[in-house]
């Protein structure tokens, strides 16, 4: 049997906010809970999502294996 009395409220029905948008209701601890970031407006689920390259790594990385185009046409405009 559990103990009696330890176990926190359940919310079966907490509202969910983003931006102050109410976006869905879950079963939770607290009767409210607000986010920055859910499914919604993630780059990764929207399809907005860019690479940030800094530091030049991921040109590196295509010049290293070939796959850069700049590679690709300096060699195409050496054998013309």
């Known amino acids: 049997m559990p103990k009696a009395d330890i ?3 359940w919310y079966p029905d907490a509202k969910v906010y983003c931006d102050g948008k109410l976006i869905m ?3 939770s601890t607290k009767p409210e809970l607000h986010v920055d970031v859910w499914s919604g407006n993630h780059p990764f689920y929207t399809g907005t999502q860019k690479i940030i390259d800094t530091e030049g790594r991921v040109e590196r990385f295509l010049r290293k294996y070939g796959m850069s185009d700049n590679s690709n046409k300096t060699e195409d405009s050496a054998e013309g």
Do not use: E, R
Request: glycine share 16%; hydrophobic share 15%; proline share 17%.
């Open 7 to 9: 176990h926190p409220k």
């Open 25 to 27: 209701t879950v079963g």
